[in-house]
């Protein structure tokens, strides 16, 4: 089934119905076929992108980039030095501007609220290229790479490890609710997520057949799990915090152990990267045949442009 997205931004997921995630989903799993086969289209033809990055990206970044420029599009780069977004003059009337000027907007940085604001005034579709709360694209990825890896979503048993309150965290919790995975936070209680999100997600999770679980016991929560991930234990503007981390959350790393744990032998591991080899996973997780982590980092590029052929 067709749904009409048409003008809509992408930006925590919590807007988006299951029914329209599996919409994005499918044409994701089209354009990789494309792709793969060689087949070119021009359906960005005549169109712009404005990429505002706050911090920096290999991934999100070239994602963007490639999708649009492969459709004939032309993606133009803005840092926080090349524009003056919250500086000499506001996000709104920045918003303005760029609404007039560009098809669609991708903000990669620091507050929820400055992506939020871009799509409340601009005019276009808004992206969501990360923020300190979510990292929705980063999820639809996630969900792809578990599709090819399993054949579904409902059901599947998704263990995430480390920092249980990050934008990664959330943002699978959201994602796994909506689309009826089992998903399970392995944190420390320090680093436990939102109570109001945790219970926002139950509600999703409650109609989609999933559910919800979160602890601070590795052992019990990685038991029979399909997919364990991890992310960084020091997010971006977290560095000083490192150390601290290292103490807290080794414990939670992802090594052969963890994964012999799970009792099963097609346990997947995957990662939103970039990582700490060493410190959140081993290099030989990440690089094992169970590690699915390149195959999704590639993801990032089939599910960003079925988002902007979506909604431009």
């Not at 086969?37 to 990429?51: C, D």
């Not at 492969?70 to 918003?95: C, H, M, N, R, W």
């Not at 700490?276 to 690089?287: C, F, N, P, R």
Request: one cysteine or more.
């Amino acid at each position: 089934m067709a749904f009409n997205l048409k003008g809509r931004s992408l930006l925590s997921l919590k807007e988006e119905t299951p029914e329209e995630i599996r919409f994005l989903l499918d044409i994701s799993h089209q354009v990789k076929k494309d792709r793969r086969a060689g087949v070119a289209h021009q359906r960005f033809l005549g169109k712009t992108l404005a990429l505002i990055f706050e911090k920096r990206s290999t991934r999100t970044r070239c994602a963007f980039e490639t999708a649009f420029g492969e459709e004939g599009g032309y993606p133009v780069f803005l840092s926080v030095d090349d524009i003056q977004l919250g500086a000499k003059e506001s996000i709104e009337d920045t918003a303005r501007v760029l609404g007039r000027m560009f098809d669609a907007i991708q903000f990669r940085g620091f507050k929820q609220e400055t992506v939020d604001a871009l799509a409340r005034w601009s005019g276009v579709p808004v992206y969501n290229g990360l923020t300190d709360l979510y990292h929705p694209t980063q999820v639809l990825a996630d969900l792809m790479t578990v599709e090819e890896a399993f054949g579904r979503l409902a059901g599947i048993r998704f263990v995430y490890a480390g920092d249980g309150r990050n934008n990664m965290a959330n943002s699978l919790m959201i994602g796994c609710a909506k689309m009826g995975l089992h998903y399970v936070i392995a944190a420390p209680k320090s680093l436990w997520p939102a109570r109001e999100l945790v219970k926002e997600c139950q509600v999703w999770a409650k109609a989609s057949g999933g559910s919800i679980a979160i602890t601070d016991q590795m052992k019990d929560a990685v038991k029979g799990a399909e997919i364990i991930y991890t992310d960084v234990w020091a997010s971006m503007g977290e560095e000083s915090k490192a150390k601290e981390r290292i103490k807290l959350l080794t414990p939670y790393q992802v090594n052969a152990k963890a994964l012999a744990a799970t009792g099963r032998p097609d346990t997947v591991f995957l990662h939103c990267l970039p990582a700490v080899k060493g410190q959140e996973v081993t290099a030989d997780v990440l690089d094992g045949p169970q590690s699915r982590a390149w195959d999704e980092a590639e993801n990032r590029k089939h599910t960003i442009k079925a988002v902007m052929l979506a909604t431009i």
